[in-house]
């Protein structure tokens, strides 16, 4: 496989990127009634479809501001932070969805 762009795959810690974000799923999915968790495999699939370019540069639009400075811009990292509140709202409506129809359950 030809690979691009740096060639250092892990995160930080030395993870694959995979396994980085599953333990953040983990923790999610407890917040919003114990979401089965999709395999390793269908999780990676997942992370390579977020790197389409409409959907970075419209995450990377998003907004772009404080959080609880709503009508101020950001001064550091605006795109960073952008795309970092897109991730975290968009899939919102899915996920609050689920906990409602299995929260008695």
Same mark, same amino acid.
Request: proline residues 4%; without cysteine; hydrophobic residues 40%.
């Given at each position: ?8 795959? /892990?995160? #930080? ?5 995979? %396994?980085?974000?599953? $333990? ?7 917040? @919003? ?20 370019? /409409?959907? #970075? ?5 998003? %907004?772009?501001?404080? $959080? ?7 001064? @550091? ?22 906990? #409602? ?5």
């Amino acid at each position: 496989m030809l690979y691009t762009g740096h060639k250092n795959k /892990h995160m #930080l810690n030395g993870q694959n990127i995979v %396994d980085f974000i599953r $333990l953040n799923m983990e923790q999610d999915r407890k917040i @919003f009634g114990n979401i089965p968790l999709p395999t390793r495999e269908q999780t990676a699939l997942v992370i390579r479809a977020l790197r389409m370019i /409409h959907i #970075l540069e419209y995450a990377s639009e998003y %907004d772009a501001s404080d $959080l609880l400075k709503t009508d101020e811009i950001t001064r @550091f990292w605006p795109t960073i932070s952008s795309i970092g509140r897109f991730f975290r709202d968009a899939p919102l409506e899915v996920l609050e969805k689920y906990e #409602l129809e299995h929260r008695d359950n």
